[in-house]
């Protein structure tokens, strides 16, 4: 239960004029006073422990002018880190890498010829998208998504330049000018609103290289720019970085490694201590070689010297550095965990991957998979997809591939997943595949392959082991266990069907007796043994070969079954 808060001298004393007049109305006061305290909320009670934090200026809008002001600074702040700090820096180089790998489009129109025209056209307008000409298309997609984990949002802008599209990349300082206080109803850091919230514009500053002076530019339509962003809450235009609560502790633990570092080198700088009974002793027998500045004496260490001590004095070899601690490391490990947390990220992928093992590295990569997927969902969402379309769309304007109506179906790859286990998860996927859980589409695609391009291979690898073993005149086994009997398949594939025994059928007028058998026995006409037993009084065979003409039938079986059904059912006794 919680304490009761404090009580003034005042109410004290007012209790106690109501205790005299009325004792039973001033325990109904102290029941009600109680009653507050149970049927409230801790969080929302400065008890004297704590400050209350939240504000209605600070936390009801996320678009107002303080925090405008701390976005600002805390994008400020996550740059510098992500310069100076290994923990940010390497977070920031690895997780592109994992969102992003591989980046390829699969056209899907329903046309496979359609499809190779269109996905041949992108990827080539890919090697060449950059406005600056620097620049592959993945290599913009990476630089992004790393802008938008570090600034909190970024925008490409689609150019028309000299009959191309080409994109350039709009850093988060840019959309809108830091200098300016440019937050109403209808202007939101760059972003200009409709009535409804709806964005209607997006104003772009230039960026002088030399003195990060910013001059306006223009205001582009959300159809050419497209924001790419991941806001906390709705009624958010520019999220803040995602290092935002990662940064006190990140700042910390350099300032704490700095530190050790410090009392490290200062424990290795001794090697070892003399120390005399008689401090007033000037002169020793063993004497000194060097003598500081504040008149301390010292040794210089010399390998294999042998040095003579005088009387009184000891020589105490210097502990070596016992640091960094044990605690020290475990409050390191939590202040990184926090930082991790904060990304949405295990800590075993963000610092330390020799902790996982077992089922637990799955767990936690399996968490690290979710996050990536979720990163590359905004991607392909305020990104990809736009580029694409547009790019796809001008390309059919101006007649270099034919026009569909799903031109804009298709998927996005991005590479492999990650696995802590390779075998254990080729073997699931295959369990998958056989079971009918998953196709071998989907397999290939979480490996950032495509079945096409699969198939092909495996076909060309079959060709040239097929060609190997036959210039050697040796079995195709032999060369390869992946197929036990390719040479009985390829044989079988390689020769024609047999023609039918020479004199079974005369002339083709002999066919319709034996059609009107098979079509008989197949309607449940007749009964298959009775058309067998025609088969070989006609065409002169035997049974064998008879019986291999005639098909089972199961047409007089369902006329059966049907006419028993239909026979009414005589009444139980």
Not at 177 to 201: C, H, K, M, N, T
Request: overall charge negative.
């Amino acid at each position: 239960m919680d304490k009761a808060p404090k009580i003034t001298a005042i109410e004290r004393g007012f209790d106690r004029i109501i205790s005299f007049v009325s004792p039973k109305l001033a325990l109904e006061r102290a029941v009600n006073r109680q009653h507050f305290i149970e049927f409230s909320f801790d969080g929302a009670k400065n008890n004297g422990h704590r400050t209350l934090a939240g504000s209605r200026q600070r936390n009801a809008s996320p678009e107002n002018f303080q925090s405008r002001r701390d976005g600002i600074r805390l994008m400020w702040e996550a740059r510098q880190a992500a310069n100076d700090i290994c923990l940010i820096r390497g977070l920031m180089l690895k997780i592109p890498k994992y969102v992003v790998g591989r980046l390829e489009y699969k056209a899907d129109t329903g046309d496979k010829d359609v499809d190779k025209m269109y996905e041949d056209y992108f990827h080539q307008w890919c090697e060449s998208c950059d406005i600056t000409g620097r620049f592959r298309f993945l290599e913009l997609v990476q630089k992004s998504l790393r802008s938008m984990l570090i600034d909190g949002d970024v925008g490409a802008l689609m150019r028309i330049v000299q009959g191309q599209i080409k994109v350039q990349v709009i850093e988060a300082d840019r959309i809108g000018s830091p200098d300016e206080a440019d937050i109403s109803d209808s202007r939101v850091r760059g972003i200009e609103i409709g009535d409804f919230g709806e964005v209607l514009g997006y104003r772009v500053y230039k960026r002088s290289l030399t003195s990060s002076q910013y001059t306006y530019e223009k205001t582009f339509s959300p159809e050419v720019f497209k924001h790419l962003m991941d806001p906390f809450r709705t009624d958010q235009y520019r999220p803040t970085t995602y290092l935002a609560t990662a940064l006190p502790h990140v700042r910390d633990l350099y300032e704490l490694f700095g530190f050790e570092k410090v009392a490290n080198k200062f424990a290795s700088m001794w090697s070892a201590f003399v120390t005399r009974k008689d401090p007033y002793n000037n002169q020793a027998s063993s004497g000194w070689d060097t003598e500081t500045v504040d008149g301390r004496k010292q040794w210089e260490a010399v390998p294999g010297r042998v040095q003579v001590l005088g009387e009184g004095e000891n020589i105490s070899m210097a502990n070596g550095s016992s640091r960094p601690s044990g605690q020290f490391m475990a409050f390191c490990q939590m202040l990184i965990r926090e930082a991790c947390i904060s990304m949405d990220l295990p800590y075993g992928f963000g610092y330390d991957m020799s902790i996982m093992g077992g089922a637990t590295s799955r767990i936690e990569l399996e968490q690290a998979q979710r996050t990536f997927e979720y990163w590359q969902g905004l991607l392909t969402h305020r990104m990809l997809n736009p580029i694409k379309n547009a790019v796809i769309e001008h390309g059919i304007s101006m007649g270099s591939i034919p026009a569909t109506p799903n031109y804009v179906s298709g998927e996005w790859s991005f590479g492999s997943q990650i696995t802590a286990d390779v075998t254990y998860a080729g073997q699931m996927d295959i369990a998958n595949i056989q079971l009918g859980l998953e196709s071998m589409t989907d397999v290939l695609s979480k490996r950032g392959k495509d079945i096409e391009t699969v198939a092909r291979k495996r076909a060309r690898d079959v060709t040239t082991f097929q060609e190997a073993a036959a210039s050697n005149n040796v079995p195709i086994e032999m060369l390869s266990n992946q197929w036990p009997m390719a040479s009985d398949q390829l044989a079988a594939a390689n020769t024609p069907p047999q023609p039918p025994p020479p004199g079974l059928i005369n002339n083709t007028q002999d066919l319709k007796p034996l059609m009107d058998l098979i079509s008989q026995v197949g309607e449940g006409v007749i009964e298959r043994v009775s058309a067998v037993e025609s088969a070989m009084a006609i065409y002169g065979i035997g049974q064998q070969e008879a019986e291999m003409l005639i098909p089972e039938s199961t047409g007089l079986a369902q006329k059966q079954a049907k006419a028993a059904a239909q026979q009414p059912k005589e009444p139980s006794k």
